[in-house]
């Protein structure tokens, strides 16, 4: 247990399906983010905000669009995805940035698009 | 952007020691992270370094040497839990993480 939620933990959707996932930690943090962990590859990072600033996007296609509503919360809407964008989806916090602190990860939202 | 290897796979036995290498290129250096990830769960902090040398934690314990680009985690005194993907993971002058594909490690009795 890390102090970071996200929910659903597991979708499965269409491709013509509009579904959101949902990230709460309650750590006090100022940074969150937001993976995409598919098989054997690397994590990859997709977004970045700090107090609740979008600090970046990391050439992520328009059918995921992120929203940090305040520093505790953070979305990622999903819509028209495809097949290739099944993977499993993390969100993490830290303090700040910086730092030696390091990043406390959610458990994931596994997605399946069919 | 960076570049992060470290070994697919590696196999041990029950209270033998294993150690995981991981170089990399990057733009700029703000720290190297070591997380452990079971099957179907999030990754979970083991070891930070951001000065050359050993960190040592317990049974783990990790090494850096910024200007050969390397890193290593070193797992002493395996037990069957320690079977999971390590991940070698590196900041870099904008604060971005970019990770390695993991390193399965598997204990066996």
């Given at each position: 247990?890390?102090?970071?939620?996200?929910?659903?933990?597991?979708?499965?959707?269409?491709?013509?399906?509009?579904?959101s996932l949902k990230c709460e930690q309650h750590l006090g943090h100022n940074a969150m983010y937001w993976y995409k962990q598919s098989a054997k590859k690397p994590l990859e990072l997709m977004f970045v905000y700090n107090f609740k600033e979008q600090t970046e996007n990391n050439s992520v296609p328009s059918r995921f669009?992120?929203?940090?509503?305040?520093?505790?919360?953070l979305?990622?809407?999903?819509?028209?995805?495809?097949?290739e964008d099944s993977a499993l989806y993390l969100c993490a916090s830290s303090p700040n940035l910086g730092?030696?602190?390091?990043?406390?990860?959610?458990p994931g939202t596994r997605l399946l698009v069919l | 952007g960076q570049n992060i290897d470290q070994p697919t796979e590696m196999t041990a036995t029950e209270g033998a020691i294993v150690q995981i290498n991981c170089t990399y290129q990057t733009s700029g250096f703000n720290g190297l992270f070591w997380y452990q990830q079971h099957?179907?769960?999030?990754?979970?902090f083991l070891?930070?370094?951001?000065?050359d040398g050993l960190e040592e934690k317990g049974?783990?314990?990790s090494f850096l040497s910024r200007s050969k680009g390397y890193s290593y985690l070193l797992l002493k005194e395996l037990?069957?839990?320690d079977s999971a993907s390590y991940l070698c993971a590196v900041r870099d002058r904008d604060y971005k993480l970019s990770f390695g594909a993991g390193t399965t490690v598997t204990v066996r009795a």
């Open positions: 247990e890390t102090g970071v939620t996200q929910t659903p933990r597991h979708l499965v959707m269409g491709m013509t399906n509009k579904k669009s992120p929203e940090c509503p305040n520093s505790s919360h979305f990622l809407h999903l819509h028209t995805l495809q097949p730092g030696s602190e390091t990043q406390y990860f959610g | 099957a179907g769960e999030a990754p979970t070891s930070y370094n951001v000065l049974r783990f314990s037990q069957m839990k």
